[in-house]
C-alpha cells in the first residue's frame, strides 16, 4: 500500500512543503501589490512601472464634469480620481455656468482635495429686491447669514431688518429703536457697524449725530429680536468721547473699553459698570476669544524700545510675551487665529516692508526667554495696509492697494500677486468671500477671485460703500446698487448664483 511507502511519504510532504511556499510567496506578493498600489504604483500596457496620486474633488454646485489635460472622466464632482504623477490642467464644467480651471501638480502616491471651486452661472439673474429713497449709511449681515439690518437716512429710529433664512424671498420688517436708546440729535447723523455679537441677536452700532452745532458719538446695543430693550451703552457704561468700545469674546456682557488718550485699555462689566484695567501704554490692539490680546506699545513691561521703535506684545492669559519691534508707524496690522491646534499671529507697520508671521510663539518664548521668537514666515509686501485670516482660518492675506500676499498654511505655499482691476473707493482692501475667495468692488461691480487669484469672475452691479453679502447656502448675494430711476436713490438687489435649470 502507498501510504506506507517511506518514499511516497517523503514525496508527499515534499508536495505538501512546495505548495505551502507557493502559497506564501503567492501571498507576499499580492500582499506587496497591494501595498505599492496603494501607495500609486502599477504597471502600464507596455510592462511599464508607474505611479500615480488621488485627487478628490468636490463643487458648488455639484454635478460638473472633470477633465485633466483635456480628457474628460467619467465621473462627476463630487468624485475622486487616480491619475499618473505628472502637471496637469484641471478644469470642471457644468451647462449653464462658467468654467473652474486650475494648474495643479500630482505628485506619486499623494493624495490631495480640492472642495473649494465655486462654479458661477454664465447669465445672472438679478431683480430689485427693494427700491430705496436714499442711499443708506448702513448695511450689515448678522455672523449667521441670516439677518441683514439696512438703516433708514430718513429717520434715525427705523432700519430695516431683512430674515434670508427664505433668500429667494427675503421677509423685511421695520426695526424702531425706542426713545432713550440713542441720542436723536438736531442735524445730520449717520450709523456704522461696530461689531455683532456671536448670537446674531445683537449688534453694536456706533452712531454719530450733531446737537447744537456740536458733533458727537455714542454706541447702542441693537437688540433685533427685542428692539424695546435696545440701549444707549455711552450713557449706561458712562463712557466719553474718547473711549471706543469692542466686545469681549464677542458677548454683550463684557466690553474692551479703549481711551485714546491715556492709551488705556480696560474690561468693563455690563451689569454693573465695573472697571478692569488690563493693559497701558496701548497703540493699537486686536483680540481673540477671552484671554488672547495682541498689542502695539511704546513702553513693553520690564523693557526698553530703541527710539523710532515699538514693541509688539501677545498677551496670553496672565502671561506677555514680546514678539518683535516694529517702525513707529500710522497704522499697524494685527491679527491672531487658530489653525489646526495651531496659533498664528500675523504683525505688520504701514511703513514697513513686510508682515511677519508666527505659528505657537508662546512655545518658542518658553523655550527661550532671552530672546524674540524666530517669525514663522516672511510675507514681503511694501506698505502693508490690511492683513486677515480667511473664515476657515486656512488663508492669510496681507495687503496695499492692489497688491497681494496669501499664504495657505495648510499646504505652506505662498502666492502673490497684482489685482488688474483697481478698487474702487473708499474702499482701502479686499474682504473674504467666503474660505477661500476674496471680493471687492471694480468698475462698480462685484470682482470675485481664488485666494491665488485663479477664477476671477465679474459679477453684478454694487455701490463700493457696502461689501455685498451671502445667504448661508451661497445660492444669491444681495447688495445696494445704483438706481436706474433716481441718482440719489439705491435699489437693494438680489442675484442668484444658480443657473435656471437648478433654481
Not at 505628472?86 to 495643479?104: E, F, K, V
Not at 484695567?277 to 498689542?295: F, N, P
Amino acid at each position: 500500500m502507498d501510504f506506507l511507502d517511506p518514499n511516497y511519504e517523503r514525496r508527499s510532504q515534499l508536495r505538501l512543503l512546495v505548495g505551502y511556499c507557493l502559497i506564501t510567496l503567492v501571498i507576499v506578493i499580492v500582499t506587496r501589490f497591494l501595498l505599492l498600489s496603494s501607495i500609486g504604483y502599477g504597471v502600464n500596457s507596455k510592462g511599464q512601472i508607474t505611479r500615480s496620486g488621488l485627487v478628490f474633488i468636490s463643487s458648488q454646485p455639484s454635478g460638473a464634469t472633470l477633465s485633466l489635460n483635456g480628457v474628460l472622466y467619467a465621473s462627476q464632482t463630487n468624485t475622486r480620481v487616480s491619475a499618473l504623477a505628472g502637471s496637469y490642467t484641471m478644469q470642471l464644467s457644468r451647462s449653464g455656468y462658467r468654467d473652474w480651471t486650475r494648474p495643479i501638480y500630482i505628485a506619486g502616491g499623494d493624495v490631495q482635495h480640492f472642495d473649494y471651486p465655486f462654479l458661477l452661472p454664465n447669465k445672472l439673474q438679478t431683480t430689485p429686491a427693494a427700491d430705496l429713497n436714499a442711499t443708506p449709511r448702513l448695511f450689515t449681515q448678522s455672523p449667521d447669514h441670516r439677518w441683514l439690518l439696512i438703516d433708514h437716512p430718513d429717520s434715525a429710529a427705523t432700519f430695516t431688518l431683512y430674515d434670508l433664512k427664505a433668500p429667494k424671498q427675503p421677509v423685511s420688517s421695520d426695526l424702531t429703536l425706542p426713545a432713550g436708546s440713542f441720542t436723536p440729535g438736531d442735524g445730520p447723523q449717520e450709523w456704522a457697524l461696530e461689531e455683532w455679537a456671536s448670537d446674531s441677536r445683537h449688534v453694536v452700532l456706533l452712531h454719530t449725530y450733531t446737537f447744537k452745532g456740536a458733533t458727537s458719538h455714542e454706541y447702542v446695543l441693537v437688540d433685533r429680536a427685542s428692539p424695546t430693550d435696545s440701549v444707549d451703552l455711552t450713557t449706561t457704561l458712562k463712557l466719553t468721547q474718547d473711549q471706543s468700545l469692542t466686545l469681549f469674546n464677542n458677548r454683550i456682557s463684557q466690553y474692551y473699553v479703549y481711551d485714546s488718550s491715556s492709551q488705556s485699555l480696560q474690561r468693563i462689566n455690563a451689569s454693573d459698570g465695573s472697571l478692569v484695567s488690563i493693559l497701558q501704554h496701548v497703540l493699537a490692539y486686536k483680540t481673540y476669544a477671552d484671554k488672547q490680546i495682541l498689542y502695539v506699545t511704546d513702553q513693553p513691561q520690564g523693557q526698553k524700545v530703541p527710539a523710532g521703535q515699538v514693541s509688539v506684545v501677545l498677551q496670553d492669559g496672565q502671561q506677555s510675551y514680546t514678539l518683535r519691534t516694529l517702525p513707529t508707524a500710522p497704522s499697524y496690522t494685527l491679527s491672531l487665529a487658530q489653525y489646526d491646534g495651531d496659533w498664528y499671529v500675523a504683525v505688520g507697520a504701514s511703513n514697513d516692508s513686510a508682515v511677519y508671521v508666527y505659528k505657537n510663539p508662546q512655545n518658542q518664548l518658553t523655550a527661550n526667554d532671552n530672546g524674540y521668537p524666530a517669525p514663522w514666515r516672511r510675507m514681503a509686501i511694501t506698505s502693508p495696509t490690511y492683513v486677515s485670516f480667511s473664515s476657515n482660518t486656512q488663508f492669510l492675506v496681507a495687503e496695499s492697494g492692489q497688491n497681494f500676499v496669501v499664504y495657505d498654511l495648510e499646504n505652506v505655499d505662498q502666492y502673490r500677486y497684482t489685482a488688474k482691476s483697481p478698487l474702487d473707493p473708499p474702499q482701502l482692501h479686499a474682504t473674504w468671500m467666503d474660505g477661500d475667495r476674496l471680493m471687492y468692488i471694480s468698475g462698480g461691480k462685484l470682482v470675485v477671485f481664488d485666494y491665488d487669484n485663479r477664477n476671477r469672475q465679474t459679477l453684478m452691479s454694487a455701490l463700493s460703500t457696502f461689501t455685498p453679502v451671502f445667504d448661508g447656502g451661497y445660492t444669491h448675494v444681495f447688495a445696494i446698487a445704483p438706481s436706474a430711476r433716481n441718482a440719489s436713490a439705491a435699489t437693494f438687489s438680489s442675484t442668484w448664483l444658480l443657473a435656471p435649470a437648478d433654481q
